[in-house]
Protein backbone atom coordinates (compact mmCIF):
# COMPACT_ATOMS: atom_id res chain seq x y z
CA UNK A 1 0.00 0.00 0.00
CA UNK A 2 3.40 2.22 0.56
CA UNK A 3 4.05 1.52 -2.98
CA UNK A 4 0.70 2.81 -4.39
CA UNK A 5 0.67 5.76 -2.49
CA UNK A 6 4.31 6.18 -3.22
CA UNK A 7 3.16 5.39 -7.01
CA UNK A 8 0.29 8.00 -6.68
CA UNK A 9 2.12 10.57 -5.22
CA UNK A 10 5.01 10.34 -7.68
CA UNK A 11 2.35 10.84 -10.41
CA UNK A 12 0.73 13.74 -9.43
CA UNK A 13 4.13 15.55 -9.14
CA UNK A 14 5.12 14.38 -12.70
CA UNK A 15 1.95 15.45 -13.82
CA UNK A 16 1.87 19.33 -12.14
CA UNK A 17 5.46 19.32 -13.47
CA UNK A 18 4.17 19.06 -16.81
CA UNK A 19 2.52 22.03 -16.98
CA UNK A 20 4.86 24.75 -16.31
CA UNK A 21 4.36 27.81 -18.85
CA UNK A 22 4.23 30.46 -17.52
CA UNK A 23 0.87 32.61 -17.60
CA UNK A 24 1.66 35.89 -19.26
CA UNK A 25 -1.78 38.52 -19.39
CA UNK A 26 -1.27 41.42 -21.52
CA UNK A 27 -1.80 44.49 -19.82
CA UNK A 28 -4.32 47.27 -22.30
CA UNK A 29 -2.25 49.85 -22.80
CA UNK A 30 -2.45 53.27 -20.51
CA UNK A 31 -5.53 54.94 -21.79
CA UNK A 32 -4.55 57.32 -19.30
CA UNK A 33 -1.64 58.98 -21.62
CA UNK A 34 -2.29 62.32 -22.26
CA UNK A 35 -4.05 63.28 -25.33
CA UNK A 36 -2.63 65.45 -28.11
CA UNK A 37 -5.17 68.03 -29.83
CA UNK A 38 -4.84 70.15 -32.42
CA UNK A 39 -6.59 72.89 -33.50
CA UNK A 40 -7.00 73.24 -37.31
CA UNK A 41 -8.94 75.99 -38.91
CA UNK A 42 -9.43 77.22 -42.24
CA UNK A 43 -10.31 81.01 -43.03
CA UNK A 44 -10.52 83.12 -46.54
CA UNK A 45 -10.78 86.83 -46.91
CA UNK A 46 -11.33 89.46 -49.36
CA UNK A 47 -9.33 93.04 -49.79
CA UNK A 48 -10.28 94.94 -52.59
CA UNK A 49 -9.56 98.82 -53.40
CA UNK A 50 -9.31 100.59 -57.02
CA UNK A 51 -11.88 103.55 -57.95
CA UNK A 52 -14.47 100.39 -58.81
CA UNK A 53 -12.89 97.70 -56.29
CA UNK A 54 -12.01 96.07 -59.49
CA UNK A 55 -8.29 95.14 -57.76
CA UNK A 56 -8.61 91.69 -55.51
CA UNK A 57 -6.94 90.31 -53.05
CA UNK A 58 -7.31 86.54 -51.68
CA UNK A 59 -6.11 85.53 -48.48
CA UNK A 60 -6.81 81.74 -47.87
CA UNK A 61 -4.75 80.17 -44.40
CA UNK A 62 -5.02 77.03 -42.58
CA UNK A 63 -3.89 77.14 -38.76
CA UNK A 64 -2.74 73.90 -37.14
CA UNK A 65 -1.98 75.23 -33.35
CA UNK A 66 1.04 77.90 -33.95
CA UNK A 67 1.66 76.40 -37.78
CA UNK A 68 0.23 78.61 -40.51
CA UNK A 69 -0.02 77.63 -44.38
CA UNK A 70 -2.03 79.35 -47.18
CA UNK A 71 -2.25 80.72 -50.11
CA UNK A 72 -2.31 84.92 -51.01
CA UNK A 73 -3.42 86.36 -54.40
CA UNK A 74 -2.73 89.60 -55.44
CA UNK A 75 -5.16 90.25 -58.60
CA UNK A 76 -4.64 93.90 -59.35
CA UNK A 77 -7.36 94.33 -62.87
CA UNK A 78 -5.51 94.96 -66.51
CA UNK A 79 -2.15 94.53 -64.48
CA UNK A 80 0.56 91.71 -63.25
CA UNK A 81 -1.06 89.10 -61.23
CA UNK A 82 1.01 87.83 -57.80
CA UNK A 83 -0.09 84.56 -56.68
CA UNK A 84 1.79 82.14 -54.43
CA UNK A 85 1.86 79.98 -51.01
CA UNK A 86 2.71 81.34 -47.45
CA UNK A 87 4.64 79.77 -44.50
CA UNK A 88 5.18 80.88 -41.66
CA UNK A 89 3.70 81.10 -37.66
CA UNK A 90 0.89 82.49 -35.15
CA UNK A 91 2.26 84.31 -32.08
CA UNK A 92 -1.14 85.40 -30.07
CA UNK A 93 -3.09 87.69 -32.91
CA UNK A 94 -0.01 87.91 -34.89
CA UNK A 95 0.73 85.67 -38.48
CA UNK A 96 4.58 86.18 -39.52
CA UNK A 97 5.07 84.11 -42.93
CA UNK A 98 7.25 84.18 -46.10
CA UNK A 99 5.23 84.77 -49.25
CA UNK A 100 6.80 82.85 -52.56
CA UNK A 101 5.03 83.98 -55.06
CA UNK A 102 4.71 84.03 -59.28
CA UNK A 103 4.94 87.46 -61.04
CA UNK A 104 5.35 88.18 -64.57
CA UNK A 105 7.30 84.68 -65.06
CA UNK A 106 9.53 85.57 -62.34
CA UNK A 107 9.62 83.75 -58.75
CA UNK A 108 10.21 86.00 -55.93
CA UNK A 109 9.51 86.40 -51.92
CA UNK A 110 8.76 88.59 -49.15
CA UNK A 111 8.07 89.00 -45.85
CA UNK A 112 4.35 89.32 -44.44
CA UNK A 113 2.44 89.89 -41.67
CA UNK A 114 -1.13 89.57 -40.54
CA UNK A 115 -2.96 91.06 -37.32
CA UNK A 116 -5.94 88.49 -36.67
CA UNK A 117 -9.74 90.46 -35.43
CA UNK A 118 -12.99 90.19 -35.14
CA UNK A 119 -14.12 89.85 -38.31
CA UNK A 120 -11.49 89.95 -40.31
CA UNK A 121 -7.84 90.37 -40.74
CA UNK A 122 -5.46 93.12 -41.45
CA UNK A 123 -2.07 93.29 -43.58
CA UNK A 124 1.09 95.04 -42.66
CA UNK A 125 1.87 97.83 -44.71
CA UNK A 126 4.88 97.10 -46.80
CA UNK A 127 7.38 99.97 -47.46
CA UNK A 128 9.98 99.94 -50.50
CA UNK A 129 13.79 100.27 -50.26
CA UNK A 130 14.94 102.96 -52.71
CA UNK A 131 18.39 101.95 -53.39
CA UNK A 132 17.11 97.71 -54.50
CA UNK A 133 13.63 98.19 -54.82
CA UNK A 134 12.68 95.38 -52.71
CA UNK A 135 9.62 95.33 -50.35
CA UNK A 136 10.48 94.79 -46.86
CA UNK A 137 8.42 94.78 -43.58
CA UNK A 138 9.77 98.10 -41.33
CA UNK A 139 8.89 97.73 -37.98
CA UNK A 140 7.05 100.88 -38.07
CA UNK A 141 4.92 99.47 -40.42
CA UNK A 142 0.94 99.60 -39.47
CA UNK A 143 -1.99 96.67 -40.28
CA UNK A 144 -3.41 99.29 -42.56
CA UNK A 145 -4.83 96.50 -45.36
CA UNK A 146 -8.24 95.75 -44.24
CA UNK A 147 -9.54 91.64 -45.42
CA UNK A 148 -12.80 90.95 -44.83
CA UNK A 149 -13.84 87.14 -43.86
CA UNK A 150 -15.49 85.12 -46.43
CA UNK A 151 -16.78 81.70 -47.22
CA UNK A 152 -13.55 79.23 -48.62
CA UNK A 153 -14.80 77.87 -51.72
Not at 7 to 17: E, F, I, N, P, T
Not at 79 to 103: C, F, P
Not at 126 to 136: F, P
Amino acid sequence: MKNAILLAAVCLLSACGQNNEEQVTEQPADTTAATVHHTNTTHCYLHTEGTKNQDSTFLQLSITDNIVRGTLSHLPYEKDRSTGELHGTKNGEIINATWVYMQEGMQDSMAVSFKLGASGIAQKQASVDASTGRMYLADTGKYSIEYVEMTCR
